[in-house]
């Protein structure tokens, strides 16, 4: 039996040849589809550059990031970071369905009216933003859940021709 060597933390590991080429394969099969890729995008947009892209600035000048919404009063505003977190969850567990294509279709179509609602709530806060200040500015962060939507629209698109490819391959045996 052939093993590959893993250094981790100055502590070696063994890991047999079979087990990684398994994980290999697992990976290469959910990636070839265009829309794991898709998928994968709306993952890392709603996981990671809410943390990274601001919001908007406020009256004092100071960039406002989605994490920031749960030291706020306002419960409306602490379902912002929740529903980024939410998104990026489904998405995720939705990647990982690839060999169930209905659940992930509803999974995506859960997603994108949870961005609608999200796209919702920074619109107000976004309108409600004084525009007469020096420095309040809407954020490039604003468009993450616009930018899922229309990746989640895609993706579905993808899992519908996918799952009709399937039917006419069946109905042709």
Not at 18 to 35: P, T, W, Y
Not at 107 to 120: Q, V
Request: contains cysteine.
């Amino acid at each position: 039996m052939q093993y590959y060597e893993i250094f981790f933390n100055k502590k070696k590991a063994l890991i047999k040849k079979n087990e990684l080429n398994l994980c290999f394969k697992f990976l290469s099969l959910m990636i070839q589809r265009i829309q794991s890729l898709y998928l994968l995008a709306v993952a890392i947009l709603n996981g990671a550059l809410i943390f990274i892209f601001p919001l908007w600035k406020d009256k004092l000048g100071l960039n406002f990031y989605a994490f920031q919404s749960f030291k706020s009063d306002s419960l409306l505003l602490m379902s912002l970071t929740t529903a980024f977190i939410a998104i990026a969850l489904l998405v995720v567990i939705s990647l990982l369905m690839y060999k169930k294509r209905k659940s992930q279709f509803m999974l995506n179509r859960l997603g994108i009216i949870i961005n609608l609602y999200l796209l919702g709530v920074l619109l107000y806060y976004l309108l409600n933003l004084s525009g007469e200040a020096l420095v309040s500015e809407k954020g490039i962060g604003a468009l993450i859940p616009i930018l899922t939507s229309v990746l989640l629209v895609f993706a579905n698109k993808a899992i519908h021709k996918d799952e009709a490819l399937v039917k006419s391959v069946d109905r042709l045996r």
